[in-house]
Each structure stands twice: as C-alpha cells, then as structure tokens.
C-alpha cells in the first residue's frame, strides 16, 4: 500500500489539542487521514468533524461512527457545524500543507519536477487552474502575484518573461512554463527559486490566504472557552497570519489594551516559541523541514 502522506508534528500536534475523551473536534485538513485517526486514538465516545476539498482526501475516509468527512473547504467551518447542530467545539487542527500525494501525481501540476498540466486546483470542481493565471493575467498582476505570494526579488522580470513566452503559445504544461521563464531562474538556488513560483501559483488558483483568513475567524467563533486552537504551516505567509491572529486576534498583529492596559486578545499562546519537527523527522520525512507549529487557547469564561 502505498502512504498517501506522512502527517507532520504528529504527536505534537494533536498532544497540542488537549483532547477530552467526550469532546467535539475538528481535522480541518484531513489529507491521507494521519491526524484524524491519531485524533480518534484518544477520543472515547466524542465526536470528529473532517474537512478536505480535495477528492483523493474523500478517497480516504474511513469508517468509525464517530467521525464525520465533510468534503468542502474549510473556510466553510462554521456553517457546516452549524448544520450538524454544533455551536462550539473543544479543538481545531489545521495542516496547511499541500500532501505528498498531490505533490507526486504529475496530473495535478504542483510539482515543477514532473511535467504535467498547469493545474494546482485543490478542489477539482472548481474551474479556474494555473494556466488561466499565466496566461490571462497582465504583466502587474502578475508581478504582485510573484512578489506576494512568491516573495521574489525579480518579480517584474519573471512576470514578463511569462507575458513574452504565452504570445508565442498558450502556457499550458509546467514544462511550458519552466521554459518560458528560464532565463529569469537564479542557478544557485534554483529548486528553492521554482518551488517559490508554483507555491505562487498554487496559493492564487485556491485562493489560499482568503481560506485561512475565513477559516481562522470561523475557528475562533466556534471554539468553546478553553478549547484548542492547533495550526501546522509551511511558509512566512500563512504563519505570519497565523502568528498575528493567535497574538492579537487580527491579522495585521496590531495589540489591543483596555482603560487599564490589559492586553485584550481572544488567545493565549500554549507555545510561545514555535514548535518545529525535530531532526529525526526531518531525516524521515524532508518534506517537514519548514514546518511551525503554533497552539493558541482561547480565553474567556
């Protein structure tokens, strides 16, 4: 059998969420499915919700009555509690990693190292791919694009060079695009150089950053006083905004006081300095080497 993914920070992540054996939680992002059945390992007779967009992630649910998939995006959280008659919940996690499976299957195009269709769609109903950004968008639109969610130094002149390449051909494939942009590729770091513009690419065709930031106030609406809120990230985007928010409970950082110069926030940190996969981890699994951990709790009566 083949391992759809190896969960990362594992038990750090879910010793992270505290768990009551009666309790109601939520695998936001169940993937191959690794967190959800250690979640379910120390649950008695409490129940789980899973969320996962992604049709291969439905592949792998499994039968326990205790859980229930929820095939959608977890920017949806609090609405589809809210079906299920849920109000509040005592623990959140959240792996916001794309899998190694959808990393590996050349069909999906996440990887630059296989060649394949400029897909990057999480959701596969959904319409909108890789290839309509590089080959619709215009040369600023491009270039803030590469310049936010790449954080790259040569934004203009990679955009450019995309805009040159497409009106000779459509960009399509990934093999289309690594040669549309070649020449703008630093060799000294060049896998960390591509992997930064498909990490682009994939955050603007899921709309990433607006998923997290939903899902983030959704999560602090449902979590009961005292619950858990336990969040896996990989680059400094989704953790500065997931820093931000379990700090001060906005996304800009910005603390708050009252009259007496309280610090008010909705969050207090369970790890003040992050939690990163130790070097035996690392070894085992390379894909966990940027992974942080971060817990919060959320405060209140």
């Given at each position: 059998m083949r391992i759809y993914h190896t969960p990362v920070l594992l038990k750090e992540s879910v010793d992270?969420?505290?768990?009551?054996?009666?309790?109601?939680?939520?695998?936001?992002?169940?993937?191959?499915?690794?967190h959800a059945r250690e979640i379910l390992n120390r649950l008695g007779d409490g129940t789980l919700f899973a969320f996962d967009q992604d049709e291969d992630a439905a592949g792998n649910?499994?039968?326990?009555?205790?859980?229930?998939?929820?095939?959608?995006?977890?920017?949806?959280?609090?609405?589809?509690?809210?079906?299920?008659?849920?109000?509040?919940?005592?623990?959140?996690?959240?792996?916001?990693?794309?899998?190694?499976h959808d990393f590996d299957e050349a069909s999906r195009g996440f990887s630059f190292r296989f060649e394949g269709a400029l897909d990057m769609r999480m959701n596969r109903d959904a319409t909108f791919t890789a290839a309509d950004i590089v080959n619709q968008y215009d040369h600023d639109r491009l270039a803030t694009l590469f310049r936010e969610y790449g954080e790259m130094n040569n934004a203009g002149r990679l955009a450019a060079a995309v805009?040159?390449?497409?009106?000779?051909?459509?960009?399509?494939?990934?093999?289309?695009?690594?040669?549309?942009?070649?020449?703008?590729?630093?060799?000294?770091?060049?896998?960390?150089?591509?992997?930064?513009?498909?990490?682009?690419?994939?955050?603007?065709?899921?709309?990433?950053?607006?998923?997290l930031r939903e899902f983030l106030t959704s999560a602090l609406d449902v979590l009961r006083p005292g619950g858990r809120l336990v969040v896996i990230t990989y680059h400094s985007i989704e953790d500065r905004l997931v820093k931000n928010f379990m700090k001060a409970g906005n996304f800009e950082g910005k603390i708050h006081k009252d009259f007496y110069g309280n610090v008010l926030t909705p969050f207090e940190l369970v790890n003040r300095k992050v939690v990163v996969p130790a070097e035996e981890e690392v070894t085992q699994n390379p894909r966990s080497r940027s992974a942080k951990l971060r817990i919060a709790e959320k405060t209140g009566e």
């Open positions: 992270g969420l505290a768990i009551r054996p009666d309790g109601i939680y939520v695998d936001a992002t169940f993937g191959g499915g690794g649910a499994f039968s326990d009555h205790r859980l229930f998939f929820i095939r959608h995006n977890f920017r949806y959280l609090k609405n589809f509690l809210r079906f299920y008659d849920v109000e509040q919940v005592d623990g959140i996690l959240a792996d916001l990693g794309v899998s190694s805009v040159a390449a497409r009106q000779v051909h459509p960009l399509n494939t990934t093999g289309q695009l690594l040669k549309a942009i070649e020449k703008c590729v630093p060799k000294a770091i060049e896998k960390k150089y591509l992997a930064q513009v498909f990490q682009a690419l994939r955050m603007e065709v899921n709309d990433e950053t607006g998923a």
